[in-house]
C-alpha cells in the first residue's frame, strides 16, 4: 500500500540484543553458504548424549523427500528442557501458571517441573508405554499437558496433542490416524467460566470402534473434581499413577531423527494433515529461533498466548523456552474473561517481558477500543510478537500504540505446523520493521518466488512462496503416509519446499505474505492476495475484521466478493456500502473495489482463530452444499448466516 511507514530499530535495543543488524548478516550468510559447518556450530546448543558427526542430509527430489539431521547423534528432549539446568536454574521457575479465574495461579520450578515429569514418565511405562508408541493429549491450559508431553519425550514415546476444543469426532479420528493406545486428559477443562466436559468427550470418541480397539488406558487429571463417568478397566487417575510412582527417571537416549510429536495443522485450506516431527533438529531449530526472535534473555518473563494444541504452544510455549532455560507463562483462560482487560492484568501481573498472540486476538481487542486494556501496568513489556495469519497494517500499528506504548520491536512470524519453527521474521535487534511485512528469513532459511510454472523470479516480485532448502526444524512426513507427505509440499515446484502461501518481496527483500495461494484473485487478469484488499477494509474506522474471497464473474473473470464484521458502535447501511467501496478504489486502486459486500456478525473461523475462506469462497459462489471438511471450524452457528444472507443468489 501507499504510506508504508518504516519503523527503525530502536539503537538501544539493538545494542543490548543477542543479534543486531551486521550480526545478522555476517550469520545468515554463513548459514546460507555453509550450512553444515552452521548447524555443526548451533546444534551444539543441546546437550547431545552421542555427539553427532553428520550434520546435514537431505533431499526434496519428489521420488525420494529424505529429511535428516544430526541424524548420527543421541539425545533426549526432556533431558534438554529439564535436567540440564537443574544444577544452574533448579529452583528458578519454568512454568508460570494463571488459571481462568484471576485468583489463581501457580509457579513451577526447574526442579519441581523435573520431578512431575519424571513421575509421570515411570506411571506411563508402569502402564505399559514404550519408545515409539504413540500417546494421545486432549488437555486443557494446565501444566499437567507441559508435563505429559515431556513425559512421553522422557521415554521417548511419541506424543500426539489434539487440541481441547475438538469434538469427539476429530478427536476420535485423530486416535485412529497415529494408532494411539493412551490417551491423557482431564475431567473438564474451564475456559472463560465455562466447564467443558473434556474425559466425557474422549469417552465419546471412545464409542468409535476403531479407536476403542486401539485404547487400553485413558489417564484422568482431575481439574474441577465434579462427577464423571467412569470405566475401570480402561480410566485411572493421574493423581494415583503418579503418587505411586519414583521422583527418578532415566532420560531415555533416541536418535536425532526419531520422533517426537504427531501434530495436525489447523484445517484452514482442507483435511488437517498429521505432520511428524522428529527429535534434535527441531528442538534446534526451536529453542535458538526462541532466543533470537524473542531476544530472550535470562530472568526474562516470556508469554505466549496460543494453545499447545497449535504449533506455537508446542515450540514457542514448551519446548523452544525450556529447552533455553526461560520462564514460559501458561495462560488457561480466554482473552475477554472476566473481561477484555484481562490480557493486560496477566501481563502486569506477572511482569511480561515477551508478549507473543495472533492477528485474531489483536482485531478483537481492537474492536472494544483504545481503553481495551484498561489502566494495566505494562511498562514491563520489551517485546511484541505475532502469529497465525498476516497482521494487518492497522492492527499492526494499534499494537505498537496500545500495547507497546511506542517503545517495544514487534516481530511479525510467518512459519506453519510443517516448518516446526519461525521462518521469516524481523530480529528485533537488527530489522526495521513495516507493519504487515514479515520481513527477512531467518538463519538457514532460503526463501524464493516462483511463478505458476515455477520459474524463480528475481527483485521485488509477486508469486508462490517456497523455500529452497532444508531447515532443521522442518517436519519429515505425514504420519503414515510419506507419499501424501511428498505430493503435498514437493511436487508443485520441483525441487522446493510449497509453502501454500502467496507472498510479494519488495525492493528491501521484504517479504509480505499475501495469502494463501488457493486464495488469490484474479480480476480481469491482475492477481490479487486477499491480505492486502483485507488491511484496506481493516483501516477503515467502521470495519472490526475483513475476509474477501473471489467468486465467478461475467466479465471480470472473477469479482471481488466482501465479507465486513462492523466495529461496535457501527450499523450496517447503504451509505456505508458505498463508502467502503470508494475506501478501497482509494486505498488500492480501481481494480480492488469490491462488487459484493456482504455485512457479517462473524467470520467462519479455525478453533485456532484463523478465517476459513475456503467457507467464505463456496458462500460467495452460491455452493454452499459442499463446504468440504469443516471438523475444525469453531462456530458452525456462523456459517448459517453468512449463507442466509448471501449475496450471489443463482
Ligand atoms: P491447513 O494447513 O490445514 O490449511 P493452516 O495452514 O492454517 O491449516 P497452520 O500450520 O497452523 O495451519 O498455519 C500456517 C499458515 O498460517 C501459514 O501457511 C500462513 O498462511 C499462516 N500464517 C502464519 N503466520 C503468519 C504470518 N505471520 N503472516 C502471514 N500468514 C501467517
Ligand atoms: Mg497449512
Redesign the pocket.
Known sequence: MSDIKVHPVNPEFAAKAHIDNAKYQTMYDQSINDPDAFWGEHGKRLDWFTPFTKVKNTSFDLHNVDIRWFEDGTLNASYNCLDRHLEERGDQTAIIWEGDDPSESEHISYRDLHGRVCRLANALRGQGVKKGDVVTLYMPMIPEAAVAMLACARIGAVHSVVFGGFSPEALANRIDGAESTVVITSDFSLRGGKVVPLKANVDKALTDPAAAKLVKTVVVVQRTGDKLAWDDSRDVWYHDITAAASAECEAEPVLAEDPLFIL??????????GLKHTTGGYLVYAAMTHEYVFDYKPGDIYWCTADVG??TGHSYIVYGPLANGATTLMFEGVPNYPDSSRFGRVIEKHKVNQFYTAPTAIRALMQQGEDVLGNADLSSLRLLG??????NPEAWEWYNRVVGKDSCPIV???????TGGIMITPLPGAINTKPGS?TRPFFGVLPALVDNEGKELEGAADGNLVIKDSWPGQSRSIWGDHERFSQTYFSTFKGFYT???GARRDADGYYW?T??VDDVINVSGHRMGT?EVESALVAHPAVAEAAVVGYPHNLKGQGIYVYVTLQSGFDASDELLKELRTWVRSEIGPIASPDLIQFAPGMPK?R?G?IMRRILRKIAEDDYGALGDTS?LADPTVVDDLIENRLNRK
Open positions: 495436525y495443522t489447523s484445517g484452514s485450506t482442507g483435511k488437517p494433515k497449535w504449533v505475532s502469529v497465525g495469519e498476516p497482521i511479525d512470524t510467518w512459519w506453519q505446523t510443517e514479515a509453502t501454500g502461501d505474505i495469502g494463501r491480505a479455525t485456532s484463523k475444525t
